[in-house]
């Protein structure tokens, strides 16, 4: 749209033909008719319309052509949403002060993420379970019998710049009565496994509180002013939300909520951050988003009551710290699930398992659950193949995403869900769910010729089938034949049965699914949110 600057100038009416072009007439900048002529004499209503047509990059550089045109970059109709990656990083903050001082005050659509991957962090492929281990051994080298743990000096700087930017998203929308969906993202759990860092790290770094009280504060006067939120998504902000932040809205906007995530590992004990009663307020809800533990029998008893519009999309985060210091025994029970699927004929499940017991799973999974997608991650403890048995056959008819990630260190080699077992479980898999179309695996023992069959059983229907090399192994049989290649065998027969090109994926970083666990629940709970 901005060609127009650099055009060829048109031949005017009394100027014979090529004047124009031979520079004859008027020049640019000067008058016509007493007016000037240029880029910045144009009316703004006509700089917002162009600026309109461009990409945000590409307004930033357009907006450098003069003052005039900078004046109208931040015109509130160019910026009804407003999605940021930050480094959680103090050279950041100036950046975001001057863009939510300019934007915060009237965006209809805020999504910050405060990006995990700039975390102090070992080499390693599992990203956050990686930081947590060389986190808590960089405290305990350091620690003498008998004393704590000493703090490590790069997480208290982290965790203080994460406040400070954290307060200047707040404050800069506290007063916004246009906003629509406010998504909030920032995993900083360190030392989950060995004890929170809200009473250690937090200690230091916001001794008497104030800080975190005026996050708080913010957090509910933004849903205290709110006249329009239909969005709203917490996930993983130390302690941002508490348990009465809800009783902050209104009830004009609980009633017309459509979407609702609340997620914190950090929260003491059996608390929660919404009961069943304050779930009543939400009629409206077409998508929620909890911790597992915190989906009680209760609140599908809520969501299944004829005075709720039909829920479409349940997110549920298992995560074994949250069993360890809550319970499974209010989880809802089958006949919970059969009750909220008569209401909700269209809901579907997303699940990711976060180093959770397998017998702890086969009490979650209940048969009637509408499970659509599943993701197991694990440092600590693996999957069985009991678990993916029981998930094939119980959810054929709903399953679409499978994910099975291993990242245990074990010097005896991956675990092998076939042992002992007739089929291999995730040929069934591929067998009995005919809905499938992901399937990523990296951790586990995957044999070649399974890996072949899974291909030719679902074909061109399963769109995503990543596996890294290092989980692929090959029966004796297939190595010692020196007429074939296995690899270059595997590469033909998998490519053939998918009706595309295949490969293995040589390195874990490079599956479309990697990336710390939170974050990954995170960004794929809001896709399978949005999806409805």
């Known amino acids: 749209m901005l060609l127009f600057l650099s055009q060829e100038p048109e031949a005017r009416p009394g100027l014979p033909p090529g004047a124009a072009a031979a520079g004859l007439g008027p020049a640019p900048g000067m008058s016509v008719c007493g007016e000037a002529v240029g880029a910045g004499s144009l009316p703004s209503e006509l700089v917002v319309h162009i600026f309109s047509f461009l990409a945000g990059p590409d307004r930033l550089r357009a907006s450098a052509a003069c003052s005039h045109w900078r004046e109208c970059l931040f015109y509130p109709a160019l910026w009804p949403r407003l999605r940021l990656s930050l480094r959680v990083s103090p050279a950041e903050r100036p950046r975001l002060e001057f863009l939510m001082r300019k934007c915060g005050w009237f965006v209809r659509e805020l999504r910050v993420q405060f990006a995990a991957d700039n975390y102090p962090s070992s080499s390693g492929g599992g990203g956050g379970g990686a930081a947590v281990a060389a986190v808590a051994s960089e405290g305990a080298a350091a620690a003498g019998d008998g004393e704590a743990p000493p703090l490590c000096p790069r997480w208290l700087d982290l965790l203080r710049t994460y406040l400070e930017l954290v307060l200047c998203v707040l404050s800069s929308v506290r007063n916004n009565r246009n906003l629509q969906k406010l998504s909030l993202f920032g995993d900083i759990s360190i030392l989950q496994q060995h004890g929170s860092i809200s009473n250690t790290y937090l200690g230091k770094v916001d001794p008497d509180g104030k800080k975190i009280k005026q996050i708080q504060q913010l957090f509910e006067e933004i849903l205290g002013n709110s006249r329009q939120l239909k969005w709203l998504s917490c996930g993983f902000m130390l302690q941002i939300v508490t348990p009465t932040s809800l009783s902050s809205l209104s009830n004009p906007i609980a009633n017309t909520m459509e979407h609702l995530s609340l997620l914190d590992n950090h929260i003491p004990g059996n608390t929660t951050l919404i009961t069943a009663v304050e779930l009543e ?214 490519s053939l049965g998918l009706g595309r090109p295949w490969h293995a994926v040589m390195d874990i970083e490079l599956l479309s699914v990697f990336t710390e666990p939170t974050c990954h629940f995170y960004r794929e709970m809001q896709s399978f949110s949005e999806g409805i």
């Not at 090399?469 to 998998?494: K, M, R, T, Y």
């Open 281 to 494: 307020r939400f009629v409206n809800l077409r998508s929620l988003a909890l911790d597992f533990c915190d989906f009680t029998a209760e609140m599908a008893r809520v969501l299944a009551d004829s005075n709720h519009v039909p829920l479409h999309r349940l997110s549920l985060l298992v995560h074994s710290v949250s069993i360890m210091h809550k319970s499974l025994d209010s989880m809802p029970e089958d006949e919970n699930w059969k009750a909220l699927t008569r209401n909700s004929t269209n809901l579907r499940v997303y699940i990711m398992a976060f180093d959770v017991k397998s017998d702890d799973m086969l009490r979650i999974l209940k048969p009637s659950i509408p499970l659509e997608r599943i993701h197991f991650d694990s440092y600590i403890t693996c999957v069985s193949g009991a678990v993916v048995d029981l998930i094939s056959r119980q959810y054929d008819k709903f399953l679409t995403h499978f994910i099975l990630m291993n990242d245990v260190i074990d010097m005896s080699g991956f675990p092998d869900l076939s042992d002992n077992r007739n089929e291999d479980p995730l040929v069934l898999l591929a067998w009995r769910c005919t809905r499938l179309s992901l399937l990523a695996v990296h951790g586990y023992t995957v044999w070649a010729h399974n890996l072949i069959a899974i291909a030719r059983l679902r074909g061109s229907d399963l769109k995503v089938l990543e596996v890294t090399e290092e989980s692929i192994d090959f029966d004796q049989g297939e190595l010692a034949d020196q007429d074939v290649d296995p690899v270059h065998n595997l590469i033909e027969q998998v």
